[in-house]
């Protein structure tokens, strides 16, 4: 068997994107026979079994979400990063893209009193963060 060469890796591609080709050619067809096909289909792909849709896959977590946990089992006490990486186990570029960029609202910060490179942390509360980890 001669080893792969880059024109036969692209036979290859070829031959899966044209048996999917088919396969979206008879969805096509299924759904000019049956129009509410479609529907039907996301409906029950999308439910958990009684009706309700999921609204995530994930069992675990967000980052936001640990963070936030983490304050509120602490009666929401000032911190600073390094003390929520340790607790949290979250990576120190994980915790820094929560409180400067995706969730910066949701937090207020004040210098640390003994460490002029340390910022300490929490929760500033409020609706707009409490929609953001409930989806």
Known sequence: ????????????MIAR?????ETVRRIRDLVA????????LI????????GQVLKSRRSEPTHFESIKQ????RANR??????????TGLKRGAIGHVLYKTHREC??????PSNGKLKLWRLKG??????????
């Not at 792969?4 to 890796?9: K, N």
């Not at 409020?126 to 989806?135: D, L, R, T």
């Open 43 to 50: 409906a029950s792909l999308s439910a958990k079994g009684n």
């Open 70 to 73: 983490y304050f509120e089992g």
């Open 107 to 112: 937090f207020e910060q004040k210098a640390h």
């Open 126 to 135: 409020g609706e707009v963060c409490e929609k953001m980890s409930s989806g």
């Open 78 to 87: 000032w911190v600073d990063a390094p003390t929520i990486m340790r607790a």
């Open 1 to 12: 068997m001669a080893p792969p060469t880059p024109t036969s890796a692209l036979d290859a």
């Open 33 to 40: 026979d049956d129009p509410g096909l479609v529907a039907d």
């Open 17 to 21: 994107y044209e048996r999917r080709l």
